[in-house]
């Protein structure tokens, strides 16, 4: 099972993006799912996830400017992004999630992410 991120493209600071992460059959609906930042030069960073009770957490650089949802009827996750700042500029990708020992880990298989890229 292969996760899509969409959504991506080019925006001035300020702005926003709606991120998609769709994939078939039932890894979104089953498992927590989360949002991954990876930055040039820069390791991959989870940095929204939500549970399959909809419970959400975020990293703290994207509290109160990023909002993750689920759709689970259309096997997709969101990613809001409103206010964009140029250090928001990454390849974003989505991937479900296990939760072991009081962390979530990401699932081996990576599909393909979408950049952002914000303009100052």
């Known amino acids: 099972v292969q996760l899509q991120a969409s959504g991506g493209g080019l925006v001035q600071a300020g702005g926003s993006l709606r991120l998609s992460c769709a994939a078939s059959g039932t890894i979104i609906s089953s498992n927590a799912m989360g949002w991954y930042q990876q930055a040039p030069g820069k390791q991959r960073d989870l940095v929204a996830l939500?549970?399959?009770?909809?419970?959400?957490n975020y990293g703290d650089s994207v509290k109160g400017r990023f909002t993750i949802s689920r759709d689970n009827g259309k096997n997709t996750v969101y990613l809001q992004i409103d206010n964009l700042k140029p250090e928001d500029t990454a390849v974003y990708f989505c991937n479900a999630l296990r939760y072991y020992s009081g962390r979530y880990y990401p699932f081996e298989n990576w599909g393909q992410g979408t950049q952002v890229t914000v303009s100052s």
């Open positions: 939500i549970t399959t009770g909809g419970r959400t």
